[in-house]
């Protein structure tokens, strides 16, 4: 069972009607000595139907944008700015019990580590059957069916649903969760970093079957990694971003063929290409930015390797640098600008 | 199932073990059970030796080799013959424990239940709304309480409450002037007599269960499975409960089946001071009496308690967390 590489391009965002719109989002963590701002104005759009890739190191904010999508933050994190629109309604402004509606109905999502998101005491059947039984009117009979369905659909038997976690491979823990994820239909699955945790074979099973139920059941997907090469087989558009910030978001191809931003080209070259011929790998010297005290202007130049003067005064407008291909950095001064 | 089975074997073991240091323990200190008897007998004036003779087997005291007297005595156990309490004579011992064993159960019983479940869940609710103002007040307060001495706090209680207000009665398990029987005087009598002791016992324990349970629930409370719950968009009651409590009581019931254990030994300051005659009153009359059948039977007594009382959180264990049932 390969992966399908998907990046043949669906139709671009602009094409597709809006699921979800992120608006000027902004989050903060209150630590001791000022305020991190983890997320800092981070505007996206995720169309019906769409797989949006949202990249970059650790600590740049990706994970925090997911939380906040479905407002489960803990403290200190806090919300601090913007608009999540969905179904034209502000889901940061929503009541408690709309909340609790929308949580798993509109939106799902699968946690980084499969052991640790789910309950070790409760069976994978219950733990699919309670997401049931909260929102739908449902017997117990028709909820336990259902969810040895859900299990059939991921890949699991069906008389496996007894199961408790620890009696689970990790591969079949992450299709648990995911058939979670699944069981209420929800138009919108959020994944972050759903496969990290598993070793490479498992991996590529994984994301094969989510790209087989996407295609059966038609959900969007906001598929938060660090892995640049797994964007590659499952997006149809990728953002990366840097500090807390979307530094470029393009198409999959077009990103991957012309990288705009410094740190793109950085985080492609970190990584072994599946196709192609051999190169040597580099990484990005140096380490992700103080949030507390984030660098002036661009806050990518301290690392920058195409440092300009201009770069540590005046932070660069996001802009459309080609059709369809936004960026965030002064070597592209207009939209007619293009790289090298 | 093996891990029930080595579980049983464990405690019998343990058991065995036990059962044979009570019995050397004593025997091998200065002075001896048997001495104080006869001295004890002979202090009653002149008595014919016949008589002598006949307490001595009464009493099972011997002048066998020790391993003699060892394998009489395991006998003994096995078959429940504890012998005759010489301070409540001529009542076999295991009539004597029984009826303090009941008292003891239904007083500390009761003031451990309580306490737990009180703990407990301020704990869970404390840990759940982490800074609010009753997670701010009510630790505080507890171990403040539970750091009052016991022999201070409770006859302070028992004067206030029994003695200057005549609240509750100031000792004893009921009324003596009812007897026994299925009344409703009778059982009211026995709960009147119970609030004041296990008032006392609440008190100072409720603030250890409440601090562990909210340190353990709090760990919980940031693990992802209790994210997600809350993201699945679970009634908050479901995600306390369901996902937090669930597996923050799985550490703190082992220190709930220790103190189950101690029940029987850990009572006697609150059965001496509201003279309540369960197995603490029964000890510290047995020592004060010199009755060493009544002594050995309820250290034995305690013992099995202990053991039995882990065997049956072992056991619990089981239902609670599923990752003991396999290996």
Known sequence: ?340 | MSYILKRVVFYLIAAWASITLNFFLPRMMPGDPGSVLLAKLRGQGDIRPEVIDAMMKAYGVSDDPLIFQYFDYMRNILTGEFGVSTSWFPAPVTEVIRTGFIWTVILIGTALIISFAIGSILGVIGAWKRGSWMDNVTPPVFVFLGSLPYFWIAPMLLFAFAFHFQWFPPRHAYNTDLSPTFSWAYISSVIGHMILPVISVVIVSVGGWLLGMRNTMIAILSEDYVTMAEAKGLSSRRVMFGYGARNALLPTLTSFGMSLGFILGGSLFTEMIFAYPGLGYLLINSVRGLDYPLMQGLFMMITFAVLLANLIVDLLYVRLDPRIRKS
């Open chain 1, 1 to 340: 069972m390969t992966a399908t590489v998907s990046n043949t391009g669906s139709p671009v965002s602009k094409t597709r009607e809006p699921l979800i719109q992120i608006q000027n989002l902004k989050v903060e963590y209150l630590a001791g000595r000022g305020s991190v701002r983890a997320v800092d104005g981070v505007s996206l759009e995720i169309g019906k139907g769409e797989v949006v890739g949202l990249a970059g190191e650790s600590g740049s904010g990706k994970s925090t944008i997911a939380q906040a999508i479905m407002r489960i933050l803990q403290p200190p994190a806090i919300i601090t700015g913007g608009k999540v629109l969905m179904g034209g309604r502000d889901i940061l402004e929503m009541s408690d019990r709309d909340l609790h509606k929308l949580r798993w109905e509109e939106i799902s999502m699968v946690f980084q580590s499969a052991m640790n998101s789910l309950n070790p005491v409760m069976t994978i059947g219950d733990q699919i059957m309670d997401a049931l039984v909260s929102h739908r009117k449902i017997s117990e009979e028709a909820a336990r069916e259902h969810a040895r369905e859900m299990l059939r659909i991921v890949g699991i038997e069906a008389d496996r649903i007894d199961s408790y976690p620890h009696e689970l491979s990790g591969g079949m823990r992450q299709r648990a969760v995911i058939a979670i994820a699944l069981v209420l239909r929800p138009p919108l699955m959020i994944m972050d970093e759903p496969t990290t945790a598993l070793d490479v074979v498992v991996q590529r099973e994984i994301l094969a079957k989510i790209t087989e139920l996407r295609e059966e059941f038609g959900f969007s997907i906001l598929f938060i990694t660090h892995d640049m090469s797994l964007l590659v087989e499952i997006s149809d558009r990728i953002a990366i971003m840097y500090a807390g910030e979307i530094v470029e978001m393009a198409e999959s191809r077009e990103l991957f063929e012309n990288p705009l931003h410094p740190y793109t080209q950085g985080l492609m070259a970190s990584f072994p290409a599946l196709t192609g011929p051999r190169k040597k790998l580099e990484g990005i010297p140096g380490s992700p930015p103080d949030l507390i005290a984030p660098p002036s202007g661009c806050r990518f130049h301290p690392r920058c390797p195409h440092r300009m003067d201009i770069c540590d005064k005046v932070a660069p407008k996001y802009i459309e640098a080609r059709p369809n291909h936004f960026v965030a950095c002064h070597l592209y001064p207009t939209s007619e600008g293009t790289a090298e």
